[in-house]
């Protein structure tokens, strides 16, 4: 019977060696590949809503450069450390909720004020009928209907898109908490937060539903 020399079980062990150091080496880029891949979005049907986007990224500030100096408002008005100067600032936007208009103002009026509700505050699908009359009786609806009202009649080269993304921009200092969370959601479902159609709007209404978080039900102004 052949005797297995010294070297050659030290061969055979310095390859069992290697082939482990390889597995584990395999193992250690796998890993990292999949970390990779979440971190990059990859695993965006799991939304998990955590760290991807602080209240500061979406909180509008400033004086709104169109019709801010003309309304006397600011964005930095509504805050939650300010409540006086929050209500303030919702009825100087109230002011203009019973603005008649034109026709063809009011078509565009409702197909505006038709794509936003105030589903923080009531259950309304959106903060009008289909004929263009009020249906939710809340201060962020009166303000939101005000503005809409306002830069149709001021401002009407402005875009029906570009007036949605301004209600949404209220809407989400009305309520900061719920939007930060929202947020979050929508990002990590690969959608972009920072655009106010698709954080405020009835676009994704709802999909921040069966999350949760301390500050959802932060609101900002009377309801």
């Known amino acids: 019977m052949k005797t297995q020399s010294h070297a050659d079980k030290n061969n055979e062990n310095t390859i069992t060696i290697d082939w482990n150091f390889t597995a584990q080496l395999i193992i250690i880029g796998v890993l990292l590949v999949l970390i990779g891949y979440n971190l990059a979005g990859g ?24 019709y801010g100096d003309s309304l006397g408002v600011s964005y930095d008005d509504v805050s939650p450390s300010n409540p006086r100067l929050a209500d303030a600032t919702i009825a100087k936007l109230t002011e203009y909720e019973d603005t008649d208009l034109t026709e063809s103002e009011m078509k565009r009026y409702i197909a505006i004020a038709g794509s936003i509700s105030c589903e923080y505050c009531c259950g309304a699908n959106s903060i009008i009928f289909s004929n263009g009359e009020r249906a939710c009786g809340c201060a962020h609806s009166f303000a939101m209907r005000g503005l809409a009202k306002y830069l149709l009649r001021n401002n009407p080269e402005m875009t029906d898109v570009q007036i949605l993304e301004e209600l949404g921009k209220w809407k989400v200092l009305f309520f900061p908490g719920i939007h930060e969370q929202k947020a979050q959601v929508l990002e990590a479902n690969g959608i972009d937060s920072k655009d106010y159609v698709n954080l405020a709007s009835n676009k994704y209404r709802g999909i921040e539903k069966g999350q949760s978080s301390g500050e959802a039900g932060q609101m900002v102004g009377g309801c």
């Not at 998990?48 to 500030?61: D, L, R």
Request: no cysteine; proline share 8%.
């Open 43 to 66: 695993g965006k049907g799991i939304a998990t809503g955590v760290g991807t986007v602080s209240a500061s990224e979406i909180i509008p500030s400033g004086v709104p450069a169109i």
